[in-house]
């Protein structure tokens, strides 16, 4: 290859890599242009205290030992958008508009850059019941006497719904809105009540429960390692899903599928218009349930009892009285199979470990024991293969 065409081939990269770091580098100075830091702080009387959010970006609420409630952080603001920022009584807002301009750039890099930025706000530790409206929000170790929270429009297409709250403990909690994602973790709740929730995910992780009502339109309810009595009371489609679950629970609806995984330690009371009943139970939660199964056009297996409508005994300790009138009701247990290795690996080293298949989602300990029934069988055969060589010489 002739130098000059080395030359030339050399020349091209460098100016496809300038120009690309000159690209990066001016998306990155017209995206600080285009930003606008919001540093404000509003004193508030009493102990309520209502927030009305409308933020493309992400929404941190923590508390302080003031009593202002301290807005920060950095927001998109271009494309003639609006950021207002405003008190009236014990309503604090925080909007922020999308322009109307027609602009191409403006309008590009507002695009891009919409979902950038985060909003700090620390509420005074002395509010005692608060009130959120927004798109979405996080908060972590908050305490209240009542909180009531509100999913409300989003604004941006590229905007996502999330709400996450980390050791929340209250007296009363509200949910509500449309098109929501919410998840509690490790929740203290003396009473829970969804109003006017449609189309959302209500997560309960590790919680304690002291009564709840949940009802609503097309929603998933999703219930981990929780203790307390659940009430779902004439649900419209959507799901309810129990694993681990300490507390009774009753179920009322159509057109929703209603789920138990590992055990459920309380009485169960599901009547379905349509929608299925199903689950996988540990081994030992079957000596404590009798179960009776209705339903109208749809099939009935509880754990290896075709046909049968009742499983388990009369003086058990939970009792779970399950009927749906379209849809099927199944039942089955955790069970571990051995799986045969391949005996052509002789040397332990070269041995493949003993796997174990699952149906369902068996605990931890299962798989322990299933690995080492496995294991002990792997050593017999080898045993085995010995002796029988030694006799052959």
Do not use: C
């Amino acid at each position: 290859m002739k130098k000059s065409s080395i030359a030339l081939l050399v020349l091209g990269f460098l100016l496809i890599v300038g120009g690309g770091v000159t690209a990066l580098l001016t998306f990155s100075g017209a995206k600080d242009s285009v930003t606008k830091n919001i540093d404000e702080a509003y004193t508030v009387s009493g102990d309520t205290l209502n927030l009305v959010l409308s933020s493309p970006t992400q929404i941190y609420l923590t508390t302080s030992d003031t009593q202002k409630v301290e807005i920060t952080g950095t927001v998109v603001s271009l494309n003639d958008s609006t950021v207002t920022t405003q008190q009236a009584d014990n309503t604090v807002s925080v909007t922020i508009k999308k322009g109307t301009s027609q602009d191409s750039t403006k309008k590009f890099i507002t695009d891009l850059a919409s979902g950038e930025g985060v909003l700090n706000i620390a509420i005074p530790r002395s509010i005692k019941n608060l009130s959120i409206e927004s798109p979405r929000l996080q908060a972590h170790n908050l305490t209240l006497a009542s909180l009531s929270v509100t999913q409300t429009k989003l604004n941006y297409e590229n905007e996502s719904s999330y709400w996450y709250f980390d050791a929340l403990k209250t007296n009363e909690l509200t949910v509500s809105g449309n098109d929501g994602n919410f998840s509690f973790t490790e929740p203290l709740i003396e009473t829970l009540v969804t109003k006017e929730l449609n189309s959302s995910q209500l997560t309960l992780t590790n919680g304690k429960i002291t009564s709840s009502t949940f009802n609503g339109n097309n929603n998933d309810f999703q219930l981990d390692n929780s203790f307390g009595p659940m009430d779902f009371q004439e649900l419209s489609g959507g799901s309810v899903s129990l694993r681990n679950h300490n507390g009774d629970v009753a179920v009322t609806g159509d057109g929703l599928n209603l789920e138990i995984n590992d055990r459920l330690a309380g009485n169960l009371t599901a009547k379905l218009e349509r929608g299925n009943i199903t689950g996988y139970l540990e081994n030992d939660q079957l000596a404590n349930i009798l179960i009776t199964a209705n339903t109208t056009t749809g099939t009935i297996a509880l754990f290896d009892q075709e046909d049968s409508k009742t499983f388990g005994a009369a003086n058990s300790k939970y009792h779970w009285d399950l009927s749906t009138t379209i849809g099927d009701i199944h039942f089955q247990q955790f069970e571990v199979y051995e799986e045969d290795y391949d005996e052509e690996y002789d040397d332990d080293d070269q041995q493949p470990e003993a796997s174990v298949s699952i149906e369902g989602s068996a605990p931890e300990e299962d798989l322990d024991n299933g690995a080492t029934v496995a294991s002990t069988t792997a050593e017999s055969s080898t045993a085995d293969s010995t002796v029988t060589s030694s006799t052959t010489d």
